[in-house]
């Protein structure tokens, strides 16, 4: 798993950086952890960080992997698209979490939620999972840093706004709509950790469905959307 490889090494090599991954959620989060806020704001404060953590950083790094040509490189020397996609994405979501769990142990513990810790910690796994699998396909969609930043900000709020964390998703077409979204079981288990916030658990098996299927689908039409990714193109 060379790509997976790369990913572990690059991390653990920028320490500095690693630290301060680690470090700016703790400074950001830990006073809302400890405030008196509602639980419902609470949950919405950590869904974006967390939602926004992978997004940025999955997508940002694909643009400029793309336009210093490293990508480039690695397809056309064989690799396939869908081995760099999934390990791309593996590697991304476990060091998202690593850097994300002394974070998320602070809001569980200081919120007596500690029970909800194996909800709370598959819940970040599958958004993480799905916000860097996202990356590379915002990336394949824009040209520049600045409007990777612009259209994963967009997506991530868009989500975030039908998976109910910003206000609860009335019964209709906009309740379907949670129940199905990839990022509603992270807001079931924050609630859980800090409400509790009842939600129904049959989400997580239709959102876990829907990032499989997408996951599925980028990874078999991966050679296909990733000659996006090969800059620098002529116009």
Known sequence: ????????RSALARRRLFAWNVAVPLLLLTPVALSEAAAPHRVAVFGVFIVFFGAFGSAIPAVRDARDGWLDEIL???????RWLLERTLAGTAIDTLQLVPTLFVLLWSAGGLR???AVLLATLATLWFA???GPLVAAA??????AALASAALSLLLLHFAGF???PAPGWT???????PYTPLRAALGAAVGPIPV????????????AGLTFGAAIFASDWSRRLRWPRTW
């Open 1 to 8: 798993m060379t790509i997976w490889r790369l990913a572990w």
């Open 76 to 82: 056309r020397a064989g690799y396939p698209a869908h």
């Open 116 to 118: 909800a810790a194996p």
């Open 132 to 134: 860097n699998l996202l």
């Open 142 to 147: 824009v040209r520049s840093l600045a409007e």
């Open 166 to 168: 910003f206000r609860t």
């Open 175 to 181: 309740s379907l709509v949670a129940d199905w979204n």
């Open 200 to 211: 129904d658990d049959s989400v997580w098996f239709r959102s876990l469905l829907v990032a």
